[in-house]
């Protein structure tokens, strides 16, 4: 059974810092692009980052990419989001996900596997 859990997630103050980490379990980790989502209240879900299985190749969305770093552990099996200088509009939860194809691509349908997400709220 695939399992893919967030942590680190949390309430700051606009201008900090946070990084997220996701875990992964019951699959072949470092066969899969990972990625990075957030869906902000009364929102559709967003891509925000990606990384390949070999962390060759990142992606980001436009909105966050002077601000965000993903980076991967394949040995830990785990995905890190690094998010500085949080605004109160990075308020969402958190998603990670897992997808089989090699391009770290924005869209959800190529994603197969999600986690539960980890709530992120920045106060101004």
């Known amino acids: 059974q695939v399992q893919l859990v967030e942590s680190g997630g949390g309430l700051v103050q606009a201008g900090g810092s946070l990084r997220l980490s996701c875990a992964a379990s019951?699959?072949?980790?470092?066969?899969?692009?990972m990625g990075w989502f957030r869906q902000a209240p009364g929102k559709e879900r967003q891509f925000v980052a990606g990384i390949s299985w070999s962390a060759g190749i990142t992606n980001y969305a436009d909105s966050v990419k002077d601000r965000f770093s993903i980076s991967r552990d394949n040995a830990e099996k785990r995905v890190y989001l690094q998010i500085n200088s949080l605004k109160p509009e990075d308020t969402a939860v958190y998603y990670c996900?897992?997808?089989?194809?090699?391009?770290?691509?924005?869209?959800?349908?190529?994603?197969?596997?999600w986690g539960q997400g980890t709530q992120v709220t920045v106060s101004s």
């Open positions: 019951g699959l072949a980790f470092s066969s899969y692009t």
């Open positions: 996900a897992a997808s089989a194809y090699y391009q770290p691509r924005q869209s959800l349908r190529e994603y197969s596997y």
